[in-house]
């Protein structure tokens, strides 16, 4: 018997638009003789519905206004348990943060990627560095700044963000994705501006020493014996990987492999792997590193538990350069998730 799975899309994080094009992708190359899919689709206030009309107008968002196909069933669909398997492709907050892996655990419903505790811990960057620190996992030095102890003394603050990490700094809301809420400071001017615009979307922020780094992706795939694809690198267009490095400006390239030694490949491999596991996570994860341009020494910079993924995106594109082709690939996910979900 087929499978029924359902495929979320849209969600309540800045990063809607790129979930609905990661959906819709996923939806045009899944293997329709294993699956049937049941697309729903959540709005930016969260409210869910299933969709039926077409793959394009879930990609250009005309889905919200097509009431013909629409049924404001999106939630019930889950809970009435109607689906065997959730393939959550949503990025970021209410998505990628353990809030949706919670609702199926509740409903004993498998869900693609990471548990709850994996994703929230991945989700927020500052959470991330105090696990990792406890594994021995290098990363770039850091403060954490909370909204609340900022409006009482910014000045101390910043004079303790200067003293220990100095300039370029990278300001980045604990929960940020995609890059947005992220600036790069020169001087202090510049980190107060992005410390204040850094709170405007979490009350906590990361301030992150600036590694002068190649950027080194890998992609992740399992669940208790891991493997790793060849690790990839984007070499951004603009000063650092941000929003409009990362959808619109075509400047912006992905190499496969990094270019990098083998030797130096495998290492990173086995890094990610060694963080995978101490993260607990499942399915998936895009591991991203920063590799420092003189010495290769490799920092953690952040993991990804539901990567971007139209046909296109890293994650995908890494295993298909191992090999393992993009509707392979959304196969084992959902047979990872139902794998672990029996145990
Ligand atoms: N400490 C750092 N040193 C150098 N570049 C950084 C650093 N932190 C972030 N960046 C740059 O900012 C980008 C976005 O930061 P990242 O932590 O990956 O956030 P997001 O979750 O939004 O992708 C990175 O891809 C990289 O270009
Ligand atoms: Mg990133």
Redesign the pocket.
Known sequence: MKKKVAILFGGQSTEHEVSRVSAASVLKNIDLSKFDVYPIGITKDGKWFQYTGSIDKIENGEWEEDQSYKVANGQEFLFDRRADVVFPVLHGLYGEDGTIQGLCKLQNLPCVGPGVMSSAVCMD?VYTKYVLENFGVKQ?QYVVVNAHEYLKNKEEIINSIEDKLGYSV?I?PAN?????G?SKAHNREELEKGLEFGLKFDRKVLV????N?R?VEVAVLGNDEPIAATPGEVI?ANE???YEAKYSNAESKLLIPAALSEEKLEKIKEEAIKIYKNLDCAGMSRV?F?VEKETEEIYL??INTLPGFTQISMYPKMWQASGKSYTDLITELIELAVERNNR
């Open positions: 960057k770039a990278f980045k940020s994705g995609s890059s947005v992220i992150e020493e600036t590694i780094a950027e951004p650092f990987y941000d991203d920063l910079n952040e």
